[in-house]
């Protein structure tokens, strides 16, 4: 599973690297995937939306496993 979730942050870096920002993997526990969002997501009011409705949304589509993704 870990392998599929990198690809799919891979596959969405682009677009937070684009507005100034950037995403790691920081973890996976059981089916929930922690993450460190970094660079202009670090401190962007958006950021919590931008990693529910962007960020989950797209790794849920790609690894369905996956049921929750949090920042650490």
């Given at each position: 599973m870990r392998e599929k979730v990198e690809k799919a942050i891979e596959e969405?870096?682009?677009y937070l690297v684009a507005d100034g920002g950037n995403i790691e993997l920081v973890d996976i526990e059981g089916d929930v995937v922690k993450?460190?969002?970094m660079?202009?997501?670090a401190g962007c009011?958006?950021?919590?939306m931008t990693l529910q409705m962007g960020?989950?949304?797209?790794?849920?589509s790609k690894v369905p496993?996956?049921?929750?993704?949090i920042a650490v």
């Open positions: 969405i870096r682009p993450v460190r969002l660079g202009a997501c009011p958006m950021a919590q960020v989950e949304r797209y790794i849920k496993e996956v049921k929750k993704v």
